[in-house]
């Protein structure tokens, strides 16, 4: 006999009440981005990031698809395929001075959370910090180039070298 796991509803609550917190809508940045349609505080833990587990051996070097970056954990060898059972997070845009912050946990879950106030209406940025594992070329760095429009703007989504 299988058992079932049921939430309560406290549980289910919470869940509903995150998704509450957040719309997917057009970015003024680039294609998708996520935004608060409530006011979100500091250090408030706003979703998570998820979807299918895979290992980065699997991952197709020459993907056409420039629109799935897939979320790199800390293990080294294993990343996040938001594409699959991914959620609202996937569509959090790029910038290099963040409102927000990814977090791995001990268990490598990743979670986003609010690194200051965050406004009704406003777009949710982190900082994708990208790691590429060939030598990094201006083409490279093109590629990946970002469109944030910070003043603090590196020109780049890669990790600061």
Same mark, same amino acid.
């Given at each position: 006999?299988?058992?079932?796991?049921?939430?309560?509803?406290?549980?289910?609550?919470?869940?509903?009440?995150?998704?509450?917190?957040?719309?997917?809508?057009?970015?003024?940045?680039?294609?998708?981005?996520?935004?608060?349609?409530?006011?979100?505080?500091?250090?408030?833990?706003?979703?998570?990031?998820?979807?299918?587990?895979?290992?980065?051996?699997?991952?197709? *070097?020459?993907? $056409?698809?420039? !629109?799935?970056?897939?979320?790199?954990?800390?293990?080294?060898?294993?990343?996040? =395929? +938001?594409?699959?059972?991914?959620?609202?997070?996937?569509?959090?845009?790029?910038?290099?001075?963040?409102?927000?912050?990814?977090?791995?946990?001990?268990?490598?879950?990743?979670?986003?959370?609010?690194?200051?106030?965050?406004?009704?209406?406003?777009?949710?940025?982190?900082?994708?910090?990208?790691?590429?594992?060939?030598?990094?070329?201006? *083409?490279?760095? $093109?590629?990946? !180039?970002?469109?944030?429009?910070?003043?603090?703007?590196?020109?780049?989504?890669? =990790? +600061?070298?």
């Amino acid at each position: 006999m299988t058992q079932r796991h049921r939430r309560s509803n406290t549980q289910k609550r919470t869940h509903r009440q995150r998704h509450q917190l957040l719309e997917v809508r057009k970015s003024g940045v680039h294609g998708r981005g996520v935004f608060a349609i409530k006011p979100i505080r500091k250090s408030a833990r706003i979703i998570e990031y998820t979807g299918r587990r895979i290992p980065w051996s699997t991952v197709a *070097e020459d993907s $056409e698809d420039d !629109r799935t970056y897939y979320f790199g954990l800390d293990s080294g060898d294993r990343v996040i =395929d +938001p594409s699959i059972g991914g959620n609202e997070a996937q569509w959090i845009n790029h910038s290099c001075d963040p409102n927000c912050e990814a977090v791995e946990d001990k268990r490598g879950r990743v979670f986003i959370y609010a690194l200051r106030d965050l406004t009704s209406g406003e777009e949710l940025f982190y900082d994708y910090r990208l790691e590429v594992d060939v030598p990094r070329t201006k *083409e490279i760095e $093109e590629e990946n !180039r970002c469109r944030c429009g910070s003043a603090k703007c590196r020109g780049t989504m890669l =990790d +600061p070298l």
